[in-house]
T-cell receptor, first 111, second 112 residues
Framework: GNSVTQMEGPVTLSEEAFLTINCTYT??????LFWYVQYPGEGLQLLLK?????DKGSNKGFEATYRKETTSFHLEKGSVQVSDSAVYFC??????????FGQGTILTVHP | SAVISQKPSRDICQRGTSLTIQCQVD?????MFWYRQQPGQSLTLIAT?????????ESGFVIDKFPISRPNLTFSTLTVSNMSPEDSSIYLC?????????FGPGTRLTVL
């Protein structure tokens, strides 16, 4: 079946530090891959996505590259801000609209 | 884009009772979904709400426990029936608009 594994959190960083949140997946076929973010008190929102191997999704300084050979979709940001504090979910979609999520990683950024 | 609202935003219910959650979208969408996020866990797809036909449930979820209605292209309801404390979760409505999936703010349910 399909599954997504994220690095365990919580992750605590100082402002301007480099961020990596690891995500690996198991899937049949070639699913689309996503990162969703949930800011405190807000709903889940799409951060970035990639639909095929070697695609790079990017948004708000975050990036993730679809690596088929390592079945990974790691999230990176070169310099985090306090406002990036949130819960980050990696997800895959084997079928349109049907998402399989990882367990989520809590990120806290201190000034 | 799509803006989704859910009612209620939260509720505390007694075991054995039922709660109906409403999901309203600001535009017509073909595909609507219901997800559950149990405490400390990730989101799990419950079912696809189909307009004009019965919902399609994922493994582990049944219609008797989670009946779903989809009377039109902008509205759906999810009922959590005969609740137990294990049903305490956040229930989220989701829609596909274009090639992007949007989520509602969620309904936080606590069952005592």
């Amino acid at each position: 079946g399909n599954s997504v594994t994220q690095m365990e959190g919580p992750v605590t960083l100082s402002e301007e530090a480099f961020l990596t949140i690891n995500c690996t997946y198991t899937a049949t076929g070639y699913p689309s891959l996503f990162w969703y973010v949930q800011y405190p008190g807000e709903g889940l929102q799409l951060l970035l996505k990639a639909t095929k191997a070697d695609d790079k999704g990017s948004n708000k300084g975050f990036e993730a590259t679809y690596r088929k050979e390592t079945t990974s979709f790691h999230l990176e940001k070169g310099s985090v801000q306090v406002s990036d504090s949130a819960v980050y979910f990696c997800a895959l979609s084997p079928d349109i609209g049907k998402l399989t999520f990882g367990q989520g990683t809590i990120l806290t950024v201190h000034p | 884009s799509a803006v989704i609202s859910q009612k209620p935003s939260r509720d505390i219910c007694q075991r054995g009772t039922s709660l109906t959650i409403q999901c309203q979208v600001d535009s017509q969408v073909t595909m609507m979904f219901w997800y559950r996020q149990q405490p400390g866990q990730s989101l799990t797809l419950i079912a696809t709400a189909n307009q004009g036909s019965e919902a399609t449930y994922e493994s582990g979820f049944v219609i008797d426990k989670f009946p779903i209605s989809r009377p039109n292209l902008t509205f759906s309801t999810l009922t959590v029936s005969n609740m137990s404390p294990e049903d305490s979760s956040i229930y989220l409505c989701s829609v596909l608009s274009g090639d992007t999936q949007y989520f509602g703010p969620g309904t936080r349910l606590t069952v005592l």
